[in-house]
């Protein structure tokens, strides 16, 4: 199982791009966020990769980031969203703006890529409106800036997506489901702007649960 390739970008297109590893090309099917973010070709490059295997086909799927490939696997527990499906919302959606519209149970922000409707966007929000408030604490939301996405505050900094990880986990610590805390938490990001330290969060966001 091919978890990860290291080589010289050979080629790319609207949806894949073609790393030679030792002479060997491998297909690799990404995201236009990713594939955006790739070196000029002949320069090295480096993708997490998650490996489909199925009777007729081997597809490889790359990613310049652990939170995008977290996000294309949970994407894919939604029953009727495959691999291309995830990649075009990935394509349209930054992962920061999927957990932020997903907390907030706002299927707008997903039916926004292509050939989502109401109804898949709807469906999407139900299923993962639980779990994505878990992702959200394990990875504390850092992976989403890391290729430079807009943070839900508006300013984009790191700071403020960890920030935001931290006061999930700090009011699930207190008791809070981890959807409801991400839920607030997100609102209180929203009230704030840029000026969303950890303690204003953590504040506006338990005046949000007590209303």
Not at 155 to 172: E, I, K, R, W, Y
Request: charged share 20%.
């Amino acid at each position: 199982m091919i978890a990860k390739l290291r080589g010289i970008l050979d080629s790319s297109g609207d949806d894949y791009c073609l790393v030679d590893v030792g002479g060997v090309g491998y297909l690799v099917y990404a995201s236009g966020r990713t594939l955006s973010g790739l070196p000029p070709v002949g320069e090295d490059v480096v993708l997490l990769i998650d490996t489909h295997v199925r009777e007729d086909h081997i597809h490889l799927y790359g990613f310049r980031h652990e939170l995008e490939r977290d996000w294309f696997r949970l994407l894919q527990s939604v029953q009727g969203v495959g691999a291309k499906v995830a990649l075009t919302i990935l394509s349209t959606v930054s992962p920061d703006e999927l957990t932020a519209g997903i907390a907030a149970q706002d299927k707008t922000v997903v039916a926004r890529a292509k050939g989502v409707g109401p109804k898949m966007a709807t469906r999407i929000v139900n299923e993962l409106k639980d779990k994505v408030a878990k992702l959200a604490v394990t990875s504390n939301l850092a992976g989403a800036v890391q290729s430079g996405d807009a943070s839900i505050g508006g300013n984009g900094g790191q700071d403020n997506m960890g920030s935001m990880g931290d006061a999930v986990s700090a009011l699930t610590n207190l008791g809070y489901r981890p959807a409801e805390a991400l839920q607030a938490v997100s609102r209180a990001a929203q009230q704030l702007g840029g000026n969303d330290d950890l303690q204003g969060l953590i504040r506006v966001a338990l005046q949000e649960l007590s209303q």
